[in-house]
């Protein structure tokens, strides 16, 4: 089931004394569309993920909290519990690959969390099961979850009123609740938008499952997009988002790495891996034409890898 107007509502009290109301800014690149870049970039945190994660800790008893927080995620997620664990003076620890970027565990240690490298399928164990062997804490699921989708939700609530004529939204897919917690809102204020997911091609089973009309696994490639792009999508996060979303667009990695290169030139925004593929899909015209959001999801990229990737990019 999708999340309601009234949680979105009590979720945009809940993080209002921890995340910010973001800009939404013209894009000042050439596109077949009007493109406009919700930075959420520009999060505490560096990504949306601090919305989703303060619902969830504001949502929880004293009771559980006190045990500390728990979390699986490649960075992103795994610094929003951080950061909430830091400000109530609890234990956050993290569960992440260990493909992840050293520049987000690195920010998580700043914050006092404490970091677990293990495989990627390890990893992926964990959110299945929300538990990891010795640790009792109270588990926050990066995207599987209603309170965090309402978080994400909130987003929504702002683009309505920052841009009420808005025709498209692409939004980063990595494991949903980012995509579902927003067009949840959408369908039920603004029903006529479109939207969309953005995938990365080295790891897009939402597209392949959308294809196939049920879940199915693809093949994955570690890249410099490594806030979204999996093996498999959830079950219940492929239904929840064949009831919402107009489908999934794939991007290439030349094409997400000419978005990065081009927001930071035209707009002076570092824009991660993950928030460049909204960016490429909403540039390249496949979302349809007139106003065109691109969810800027986070700007966490280690600034060596940053500049590598946009010194390969062809002029």
């Known amino acids: 089931m999708p ?3 009234s949680q979105v509502e009590e979720a945009r009290k809940n993080i209002a004394p921890i995340a910010l109301r973001t800009p939404l800014i013209p894009f000042h690149g050439e596109a077949p569309a009007a493109v406009y870049l919700k930075l959420e970039s520009l999060q505490p945190i560096g990504s949306f993920k601090i919305r989703g994660a303060a619902n969830v800790v504001a949502r929880t008893s004293h009771e559980k909290l006190a045990r500390g927080l728990l979390t699986a995620s490649a960075g992103n997620m795994a610094q929003g ?13 993290i569960v992440a690959p260990d493909t992840a970027p050293q520049t987000k565990i690195r920010a998580v240690e700043r914050m006092g969390g404490k970091a677990i490298l293990v495989p990627f399928a390890d990893w992926w164990r ?16 990066a995207f599987d979850d209603l309170d965090v989708m309402a978080g994400n939700g909130t987003i929504a609530l702002e683009l309505l009123e920052d841009l009420p004529g808005m025709d498209a939204v692409v939004i980063p897919w990595g494991g949903g609740g980012l995509s579902c917690g927003i067009a949840a809102v959408l369908r ?24 196939a009309g049920e879940p199915r696994s693809v093949e994955y490639r ?34 997400a790495a000419r978005a990065m290169k081009l927001v930071a030139e035209r ?36 600034l060596e890898k940053f500049a590598h990737v946009v010194k390969e990019v062809e002029s």
């Open 3 to 5: 999340v309601t107007l």
């Open 81 to 93: 519990v951080a950061f909430c664990a830091r400000r109530l003076g609890i234990p956050a620890t």
């Open 126 to 141: 964990t959110f299945e099961t929300r538990t990891y062997p010795g640790v009792d804490a109270t588990f926050i699921h």
């Open 188 to 211: 039920q204020l603004a029903p006529k938008v479109r939207i969309y997911a953005a995938e990365i091609e080295t790891g897009a089973p939402l597209a392949a499952s959308w294809a």
């Open 222 to 255: 570690p890249s410099f997009v490594d806030g979204i792009g999996s093996k498999v999508v959830f079950a219940n996060m492929f239904e929840r988002a064949r009831g919402l979303l107009d489908g999934s667009l794939v991007m290439t990695l030349p094409e």
């Open 267 to 302: 707009n002076r925004i570092i824009a991660e891996g993950a928030s460049a593929c909204a960016v490429a899909a909403a540039m390249s015209g496949r979302a349809g034409s007139g106003k065109v959001v691109a969810i800027v999801s986070g700007g966490n990229i280690d």
